[in-house]
């Protein structure tokens, strides 16, 4: 257990629709990414929040929108769903920055199937 | 922004032999070096990591070794066992510039014949 949560583990929806994912990072972690993994695509970073603030934006759609609260946890809204959206969406979290040593832990993932 | 190739995609070794994957960055000023492995449906797990003040980490059967000059780091595995088959992932994170993010390569799938 990397002390990494998410909820839901499993989503399915139709599209256009919009979901929430949610995420609580691990104990003192100060940073929050979320990640899209999806089969021709890997692993690709969406989005980095340290301490309320947005740090890092990398290949996230219009489409999407995260946001982390002041207790540290995260929520990444995915809007105007299409078939494509369908992945596993991972959070992760570390105590600060990697360029600070620090080491990402990865939640187990939220499934979204967009029917 | 930086950009990591991983090689092979899949590599399938007899169990007992030894694996090695290759990672190649482009960004000079990346400083962390981390592999993951995947096992399918589940979270990638941190199995070891390189910072870029070291060349070489062991640990236990596996090792990683980085070449800052040439900007390429590889997975060394020895002594390949059935619990090795998953996919692995090399990434490398940047130093500085406010982001922080992992960038990952495309994973390799190790497959380990019995």
């Known amino acids: 257990d990397s002390g990494v949560t998410q909820t839901p583990k499993h989503l399915i929806t139709a599209t256009g629709q919009r979901v929430t994912l949610r995420c609580s990072p691990r104990?003192?972690?100060?940073?929050v990414y979320w990640y899209q993994q999806s089969l021709d695509q890997g692993l690709q970073f969406l989005i980095q929040?340290?301490?309320?603030?947005?740090?890092a934006k990398g290949n996230i759609l219009e489409r999407f929108s995260a946001q982390q609260f002041p207790d540290l946890h995260s929520e990444l809204n995915l809007s105007s769903l299409e078939l494509g959206d369908s992945a596993l969406y991972f959070c992760?979290?570390?105590?600060?920055?990697?360029?600070?040593?620090?080491?990402?832990?990865f939640g187990e993932g939220s499934w979204l199937t967009v029917v | 922004g930086e950009n990591v190739e991983q090689h092979p995609s899949t590599l399938s070794v007899q169990e007992g032999d030894s694996a090695v994957i290759k990672c190649t960055y482009s960004?000079?000023?990346?400083?962390?070096f981390p592999w993951y492995k995947q096992e399918l449906g589940k979270r990638p797990q941190l199995i070891i990591d390189?910072?870029?003040?070291?060349g070489e980490k062991k640990d236990q059967r596996i090792a990683v070794t980085l070449n800052k000059t040439a900007k390429h780091f590889s997975l060394h595995i020895t002594e390949t066992q059935p619990e090795d088959s998953a996919v692995y992932f090399c990434a490398a994170a940047r130093s500085g510039g406010g982001a922080d993010g992992l960038t990952f390569g495309k994973g390799t799938h190790l497959i380990i014949q019995p």
């Open positions: 390189i910072r870029s003040n070291v």
């Open positions: 929040y340290y301490n309320g603030e947005e740090r």
């Open positions: 992760a979290s570390s105590l600060g920055g990697t360029s600070s040593g620090n080491t990402i832990y």
């Open positions: 104990s003192g972690d100060l940073s």
């Open positions: 960004d000079s000023a990346s400083n962390y």
